[in-house]
């Protein structure tokens, strides 16, 4: 019976209903974007880190991976020192580096990755096959609409431009053996892949043996951070970074996000509270009568309040479930906006839809339709039957 005086109440000023409805749905969207944003970067991270099961990093020391052009030296020696260690179960070295490509009259620059093609974990083979000889080469889909190649092309790659002479220290003829999509490469970013000896010798006597990251895999069971702590005692001249010091990395250079997430899920969550607030109030100000009655013939005070309180519920829900559907359509659109930023692997999702999201948005506003339904329902409640019936037939 609650349910079903709660329903008609609402019924009866539809227009109104619906409108309130309507802003509750964007408060809703706009609180599940901003929960959503505030866990998706951080789980998004992390799943991107531990998708190739990766554990540690290794870089020069100070930086983060590709931060700098600084390289690690003695990538032979390095590898030989992290062998001893039994719980380390797979070593793969990369190196980082720009070259360029001559097309026609042009010279195309790209990023390039030298890396040991049996322990990578940088790219997805997507067609083709990987650089397996030092001749060959593989890219990602804009290298390949920026320079109008195709699987199989031989590609003048060149590095080392000397501004002043307008002449390359090196260069090589590889085939393009395969198209790659890479894992940590931004959007629009063009990119290459080849074997790390390759690129150290495209780099000259300087890069001979360098490095730029060592990403390492640590077997089951294994303590990861006891063995990120034996490599850093051990080998001060490197940064280890494991996942959970990458993502506390993270979280200070991204902390704004998750600043201005918090703010506007406030914002969002109170404004749903006044509007359901606001309705149920005026709704219940225009029924003093009728409640008035409902308390004379013997509908207990309880019951009032429930049915006050279920209105604000109603409400609350059914925009908190239209919101859903709209917020899920913001947060898609303003992910593609932010995965855009410069630098950024194009992989983070800012707006990850997780459940245990959906459900806190929703309980959030089930809980303001409580809350909004609370003050005017015990105040029509409580309301002095007889003096109300009076003023009421006077009106």
């Known amino acids: 019976m609650r349910f079903a005086l709660a329903w008609s109440s609402l019924r009866r000023h539809a227009t109104r209903t619906l409108l309130a409805t309507l802003g509750v749905a964007v408060a809703a969207a706009m609180l599940l974007d901003m929960v959503m944003m505030s866990t998706g970067m951080r789980e998004s991270f992390r799943s991107l880190l531990l998708s190739r099961g990766f554990q540690l990093r290794l870089a020069p020391n100070g930086t983060l991976p590709f931060d700098t052009d600084a390289t690690i030296e003695n990538t032979s020696g390095i590898i030989a020192f992290l062998r001893r260690n039994p719980d380390v179960t797979t070593i793969s070295p990369v190196l980082g580096g720009t070259i360029h490509v001559s097309r026609g009259n042009r010279e195309i620059t790209s990023a ?5 093609t049996r322990v990578q974990g940088d790219y997805e083979l997507l067609s083709g096959r990987d650089p397996a000889a030092p001749n060959a080469i593989v890219a990602n889909d804009d290298f390949f609409r920026a320079t109008g190649a195709h699987i199989g092309d031989t590609l003048t790659v060149s590095t080392g431009y000397d501004a002043e002479t307008r002449v390359f220290s090196s260069s090589l003829r590889m085939v393009l053996t395969g198209r790659v999509r890479f894992l940590y490469g931004a959007a629009n970013q063009l990119a290459t892949a080849m074997q790390l000896a390759t690129l150290q010798e495209l780099g000259g006597p300087s890069r001979k043996n360098d490095a730029s990251l060592f990403m390492i895999r640590v077997r089951d ?26 993502l506390a990395q993270v979280d200070k250079r991204l902390s704004y996000f998750r600043q201005l997430a918090v703010i506007l899920g406030s914002v969002s969550l109170f404004v749903g509270f006044l509007l359901v607030t606001t309705l149920v109030t005026v709704s219940v100000n225009e029924r003093i009568g009728e409640i008035a009655v409902m308390r004379a013939i013997g509908i207990s005070r309880a019951h009032v309040v429930q ?83 009076r003023q009421e037939a006077i009106a």
Do not use: C, H, M
Request: charged share 10%; proline share 5%.
């Open 112 to 116: 390039a990755l030298g890396v040991d």
């Open 221 to 246: 069971g294994a303590n990861v951070e006891q063995t990120r702590a034996w490599i850093e005692v051990r080998l001060p001249a490197v940064s280890v970074i494991s996942t959970e010091t990458a």
């Open 307 to 389: 049915q006050i309180v279920l209105e604000g519920v109603a409400i609350s829900v059914i925009g908190a479930a239209a919101g859903l559907l709209l917020g899920l359509a913001t947060g898609r659109y303003l992910n593609g906006i932010l995965s855009s930023f410069p630098g950024l692997p194009q992989a983070i999702d800012f707006f990850l839809f997780q459940p245990k999201s959906a459900w806190t948005a929703l309980g959030l506003l089930a809980l303001s339709g409580i809350a909004a339904g609370v003050y005017p329902s015990f105040r029509a409640a409580s309301l002095p039957i007889a003096t109300t019936l």
